[in-house]
């Protein structure tokens, strides 16, 4: 025996192999590793059959079907016995982790003397408790006993290779595990016995039985590094497991073996750390869909999961499972049983109830939580009126919060009018969730319509991975949010029998606040009937609106977009288009909009925030020969008006073909006012190799003053014609009367009936007003305001480049406008940004006291903070101006450059203006110290310091009450007091004529008179 101090396993097995015969089997010493505890191996060495040089030594332990106490190991010590490399194959949650073992086997092999060794290690899971179909949570019990007691898996085993062993050398190696010693022999059963396969002492690695081809034996069985092997143990369903467990090896080049065999490869499917069979198995009333085996980490602790699908159908009753199975812990290998959805279906004559429950463990901002999400139908009939019920909803308990959400769609007929039948409610809310709305293109995905427009009809059995996955896209839409929620409310109805819509309002509050109108409408011509399997009509159509209103992004939006379902005439003669208007009011974008149908110019770079609008258009395939296509649109955004249509045919008959594209796109600038229009017209044709020929005209127009070309292309030919002014082809700039007047706010009249060219500077009181004493249409506006809560706005319409504070009539102080951008100018007017100069002044003063009221003081600058205000203009007023000097009628002349499709549309981060608020002062005050010895309590005793006498208790009726109130009476008009109370409410801000009014009759109001002195 030789024992290891410091296990070195791969030397003695180098040992056994060179001491061992190269003709015979024979048994060799054994050898004992420490690790924890003693492990002792049995040795044998087997030499390949000549003329194969090989030679292979198998060390295991003794083999039992159930040891009394397994064998405690950790992997990377164990591997480190053999190669200190592998342990690097090892998974993260498995390096450190000590595992219950039932027996070891390692096979160590070589080719030639002179060759490497390779080797792969056996271990036999001690798993503590047999996992049988009747455990299963749910299904168990309802299992017959003879299907119930089949094991899932006899075993499970953990597998080591030092390479990737092909089924023919995994062959090879099971050939080499000693044979069972059997006892007990009669002699007249050796011939027998002989002819079968001999049973190993140690169960062999699982390979197909059949010997396949010289290609199909050449796929790779065993992955290098450590693998998960068993053998399924339902009846008529042997399937071979082999799923890899350690990080994907590079170099590996092999294809890798679908478990159960080269026969079975169609019914498996392998994925990173996961493999799947499918079963297609029916045991009386219990059906066995798919059978999974995963490999899972999390926090570092490892878990072999076996996941099965399955359906149980009992009398009118279905009921399904989805990833029903039991997780195996490697840290104690006992199984726990779980389940992560269950659908249930029941039907007869009068009621049909179905449903699904989906739990799922998910993690969100470091928190780990798990989330119940369901999903419900009901019909019935109930006095000869057929009604529907179905809902959606969710669970979660999150971050120490509940978290959920209900949506609910009530299927009932009511007839309003004949023309107006109301068809269905639905009603949902959400807490602790916030509501994302998609975009209008994906509206019929989104849950809350898709519940309503086109609830599914199949069963819930039959689609199960359709119902888990639909449940599962929930969170993408209804999201925990802690502090968020929404309502929805929804009404299904139809308009002439013809038109079936659904409208429903949604308010999300939260992270945001957004509210949405969303509809769909549908129809078609002729109406099918309900039960009539003819459902061809000449027109199909899908409206889909959405109406929106967001808060934190200030848009407010109207889009409507063509379903991908539309038709005219003919299924073939597809129907798209869209439109959309949007307003932004606030926010990154404020003061930009959007109007446009069918989209924009194609040279047009839509900026993100843009909704992305399809073409007014159509798609028609007449027949093989000959397709037709039309589209067109029209935007109108910040710095341009953009329009533009095409129209294509295509025709095709053999070798013969031809096309014709015509087209034509404007772009239409404004303050210079300038259009330009380029249309084209093409036409080719051609047969075979012969051709193209072709025939075009392009004709570009440009103004107001009306002026282009025309450009005639036959074949190889290009003539171009010139009419108009070809000067006029760039506008000229505008003047400030004509700038002024279109884009700067109006003049307004004050009271004193003056008024200035454009109302360019605003001031606002923002915050901090307690009182206004005056009306807004008087010259100077009075305000009582609260000093600590005071903010002024003050802004321009015109941007400015500096800004200053009016210290005295000839001083100024330079305000900082942080970082804002200065480069701009007048583009209409043909202004560039060196050329022009803008600066902001302010002067605040002060009335002086007593003084009159044309006399006042200025404010000092540091009394006041003055805050920079930056803000987005629109490029095609305030950008740079891109000028050009051109010869016009034999004179120099300045013209505008045209705006290209995709100039920036803004001038980012322009300084318009300042918030104003006083400055905070800092405290300078101190309090005096005192001497601590000061404020200690005296305990010196004073006699006779309280004179006690007794007090009348108080009433409410004395005898002196008449004359407390003829005191009052008196005194409230006297003129000393009717002086004070007039000078404070003067103070405060009163009107005194009509705010307080006060008679001496006030006294008698009393029911008891005040205690005053009489």
């Given amino acids: 025996?030789?024992?290891?101090?410091?296990?070195?396993?791969?030397?003695?097995?180098?040992?056994?192999?060179?001491?061992?015969?190269?003709?015979?089997?024979?048994?060799?010493?054994?050898?004992?590793?420490?690790?924890?505890?003693?492990?002792?191996?049995?040795?044998?060495?087997?030499?390949?059959?000549?003329?194969?040089?090989?030679?292979?030594?198998?060390?295991?332990?003794?083999?039992?079907?159930?040891?009394?106490?397994?064998?405690?190991?950790?992997?990377?010590?164990?591997?480190?016995?053999?190669?200190?490399?592998?342990?690097?194959?090892?998974?993260?949650?498995?390096?450190?982790?000590?595992?219950?073992?039932?027996?070891?086997?390692?096979?160590?092999?070589?080719?030639?003397?002179?060759?490497?060794?390779?080797?792969?290690?056996?271990?036999?899971?001690?798993?503590?408790?047999?996992?049988?179909?009747?455990?299963?949570?749910?299904?168990?019990?309802?299992?017959?006993?003879?299907?119930?007691?089949?094991?899932?898996?006899?075993?499970?085993?953990?597998?080591?290779?030092?390479?990737?062993?092909?089924?023919?050398?995994?062959?090879?190696?099971?050939?080499?595990?000693?044979?069972?010693?059997?006892?007990?022999?009669?002699?007249?059963?050796?011939?027998?016995?002989?002819?079968?396969?001999?049973?190993?002492?140690?169960?062999?690695?699982?390979?197909?039985?059949?010997?396949?081809?010289?290609?199909?034996?050449?796929?790779?069985?065993?992955?290098?590094?450590?693998?998960?092997?068993?053998?399924?143990?339902?009846?008529?369903?042997?399937?071979?497991?082999?799923?890899?467990?350690?990080?994907?090896?590079?170099?590996?080049?092999?294809?890798?073996?679908?478990?159960?065999?080269?026969?079975?490869?169609?019914?498996?499917?392998?994925?990173?750390?996961?493999?799947?069979?499918?079963?297609?198995?029916?045991?009386?009333?219990?059906?066995?869909?798919?059978?999974?085996?995963?490999?899972?980490?999390?926090?570092?602790?490892?878990?072999?999961?076996?996941?099965?699908?399955?359906?149980?159908?009992?009398?009118?009753?279905?009921?399904?499972?989805?990833?029903?199975?039991?997780?195996?812990?490697?840290?104690?290998?006992?199984?726990?049983?779980?389940?992560?959805?269950?659908?249930?279906?029941?039907?007869?004559?009068?009621?049909?109830?179905?449903?699904?429950?989906?739990?799922?463990?998910?993690?969100?901002?470091?928190?780990?939580?798990?989330?119940?999400?369901?999903?419900?139908?009901?019909?019935?009939?109930?006095?000869?009126?057929?009604?529907?019920?179905?809902?959606?909803?969710?669970?979660?308990?999150?971050?120490?919060?509940?978290?959920?959400?209900?949506?609910?769609?009530?299927?009932?007929?009511?007839?309003?009018?004949?023309?107006?039948?109301?068809?269905?409610?639905?009603?949902?809310?959400?807490?602790?969730?916030?509501?994302?709305?998609?975009?209008?293109?994906?509206?019929?995905?989104?849950?809350?319509?898709?519940?309503?427009?086109?609830?599914?009809?199949?069963?819930?059995?039959?689609?199960?991975?359709?119902?888990?996955?639909?449940?599962?896209?929930?969170?993408?839409?209804?999201?925990?949010?802690?502090?968020?929620?929404?309502?929805?409310?929804?009404?299904?109805?139809?308009?002439?029998?013809?038109?079936?819509?659904?409208?429903?309002?949604?308010?999300?509050?939260?992270?945001?606040?957004?509210?949405?109108?969303?509809?769909?409408?549908?129809?078609?011509?002729?109406?099918?009937?309900?039960?009539?399997?003819?459902?061809?009509?000449?027109?199909?159509?899908?409206?889909?609106?959405?109406?929106?209103?967001?808060?934190?992004?200030?848009?407010?939006?109207?889009?409507?977009?063509?379903?991908?379902?539309?038709?005219?005439?003919?299924?073939?003669?597809?129907?798209?288009?869209?439109?959309?208007?949007?307003?932004?009011?606030?926010?990154?974008h404020a003061g930009d909009f959007v109007i446009t149908l069918g989209g924009y110019h194609p040279l047009f770079k839509k900026p993100a925030h843009y909704p992305t609008v399809p073409r007014l258009g159509f798609h028609w395939k007449v027949g093989d020969c000959l397709s037709l296509k039309g589209e067109k649109y029209f935007a109108l955004c910040a710095h341009a008006i953009m329009a533009g249509g095409r129209l294509e045919a295509n025709f095709k008959l053999g070798k013969l073909w031809a096309n014709f594209v015509a087209e034509a796109h404007f772009l239409i600038s404004w303050k210079p006012y300038y259009y330009e229009i380029l249309v084209q017209v093409r036409i080719q044709a051609g047969y075979g190799i012969l051709g193209p020929v072709s025939l075009g005209v392009q004709l570009h127009i440009w103004g107001p003053e009306f002026a282009g070309t025309a450009t005639f292309r036959i074949i190889f030919v290009k003539v171009t014609v010139e009419f108009g002014d070809q000067s006029s082809r760039l506008p000229e700039p505008i003047d400030w009367e004509s700038f002024q007047s279109s884009f700067l706010p109006p003049a307004k009249s004050t009271a004193q009936d003056s008024s200035t060219a454009a109302d360019v500077c605003s001031v606002v009181l923002n915050q901090g007003v307690t009182k206004q004493l005056s009306p807004a249409t008087t010259k100077e506006v009075a305000f009582v305001v609260n000093p600590k809560e005071l903010e002024l706005v003050v802004n321009s319409a015109i941007p400015s480049k500096q800004a200053s504070y009016q210290k005295n009539t000839q001083d100024t102080e330079p305000l900082t406008v942080s970082n804002a951008n200065t480069d701009f100018g007048v583009r209409s007017m043909g202004i560039k940004k060196d050329q022009l100069e803008s600066k902001y002044n302010i002067k605040i003063t002060r009335k002086t006291k007593g003084g009159d009221e044309s006399e006042s003081v200025t404010v000092d600058y540091d009394q006041f903070q003055f805050i920079p205000i930056t803000q987005d203009v629109p490029t095609a007023l305030w950008g740079d101006a891109k000028v050009k000097v051109v010869k016009v009628k034999g004179k120099d002349s300045e013209r505008i450059l045209l705006p290209e499709a995709n100039d920036q549309q803004f001038v980012k981060n322009v300084f318009s203006g300042f918030r104003i608020v006083p400055q905070i002062k800092e405290d300078v005050c101190s309090t005096n110290i005192i001497d601590v010895n000061e404020l200690l309590h005296d305990t010196t005793a004073i006699n006779d310091v309280y004179a006690w006498q007794k007090m009348t208790a108080f009433s409410g009726f004395s005898t002196d009450n008449q004359a407390r109130t003829t005191a009052i009476n008196n005194n409230i008009v006297s003129t000393n007091t009717q002086n004070k109370r007039n000078n404070l409410l003067q103070s405060l801000g009163f009107n005194l004529a009509d705010d307080v009014k006060l008679t001496d009759s006030v006294a008698n109001s009393f029911v008891i008179a005040p205690q005053v002195k009489a």
């Fill in 1 to 588: 025996m030789t024992t290891n101090t410091e296990p070195k396993l791969k030397e003695e097995l180098e040992k056994g192999l060179s001491e061992a015969s190269d003709d015979s089997p024979e048994k060799g010493s054994k050898i004992t590793i420490s690790l924890g505890e003693d492990i002792e191996f049995v040795c044998e060495t087997k030499p390949d059959k000549s003329p194969d040089k090989g030679k292979t030594i198998v060390a295991y332990t003794a083999y039992k079907e159930e040891r009394e106490e397994p064998f405690k190991i950790t992997l990377h010590d164990l591997m480190k016995t053999l190669d200190a490399s592998m342990a690097d194959l090892l998974p993260s949650g498995l390096k450190d982790k000590s595992i219950n073992f039932k027996n070891l086997m390692v096979i160590y092999r070589k080719e030639q003397k002179t060759s490497k060794g390779e080797w792969l290690f056996v271990l036999d899971l001690d798993i503590a408790t047999k996992i049988k179909l009747k455990s299963l949570p749910v299904v168990g019990d309802l299992i017959s006993d003879e299907v119930g007691k089949e094991e899932l898996v006899p075993s499970l085993r953990l597998l080591v290779a030092s390479k990737a062993f092909s089924i023919k050398e995994i062959r090879v190696l099971n050939d080499k595990i000693p044979d069972k010693e059997e006892e007990e022999e009669e002699e007249e059963e050796e011939e027998e016995e002989e002819e079968k396969e001999k049973e190993k002492l140690i169960p062999p690695m699982p390979v197909p039985k059949k010997v396949g081809t010289d290609k199909s034996e050449a796929k790779r069985s065993v992955r290098k590094g450590l693998s998960l092997s068993g053998k399924l143990g339902l009846p008529d369903a042997a399937k071979i497991l082999s799923l890899s467990i350690s990080p994907q090896q590079a170099e590996e080049e092999q294809e890798e073996l679908a478990p159960g065999g080269e026969e079975e490869e169609g019914d498996v499917t392998n994925s990173n750390l996961a493999v799947w069979f499918d079963i297609d198995k029916t045991f009386g009333p219990f059906s066995l869909k798919q059978i999974g085996f995963q490999y899972e980490e999390e926090d570092d602790e490892a878990e072999i999961a076996i996941v099965i699908d399955a359906v149980l159908k009992i009398a009118g009753l279905t009921l399904s499972c989805d990833d029903l199975g039991v997780g195996i812990s490697l840290d104690d290998l006992t199984p726990s049983f779980k389940i992560s959805g269950i659908g249930i279906e029941y039907k007869n004559p009068t009621i049909e109830i179905s449903g699904a429950l989906l739990r799922a463990d998910k993690e969100k901002n470091g928190i780990k939580y798990t989330e119940y999400l369901g999903l419900a139908r009901l019909k019935f009939d109930l006095a000869g009126k057929s009604f529907g019920v179905s809902a959606i909803g969710a669970y979660a308990y999150y971050d120490g919060k509940p978290s959920l959400f209900l949506y609910a769609v009530l299927d009932v007929t009511i007839i309003v009018d004949p023309s107006f039948i109301i068809t269905g409610f639905a009603l949902g809310f959400g807490y602790n969730r916030y509501l994302k709305v998609p975009s209008i293109d994906k509206l019929l995905d989104f849950p809350l319509v898709a519940q309503a427009v086109e609830p599914t009809d199949s069963k819930f059995s039959d689609d199960s991975e359709l119902i888990t996955k639909k449940l599962s896209e929930m969170d993408k839409y209804m999201p925990i949010s802690i502090g968020s929620g929404f309502v929805a409310i929804g009404l299904k109805f139809t308009c002439f029998q013809m038109l079936d819509c659904f409208a429903l309002l949604t308010v999300a509050f939260g992270e945001d606040f957004e509210i949405n109108l969303l509809g769909i409408a549908k129809m078609k011509i002729p109406t099918p009937a309900k039960d009539s399997k003819n459902t061809s009509c000449i027109l199909n159509m899908t409206m889909l609106l959405r109406a929106r209103f967001s808060l934190s992004e200030g848009v407010i939006s109207i889009e409507g977009q063509l379903a991908s379902d539309c038709y005219l005439l003919s299924p073939d003669c597809r129907l798209t288009g869209g439109f959309a208007v949007c307003l932004w009011v606030s926010g990154l």
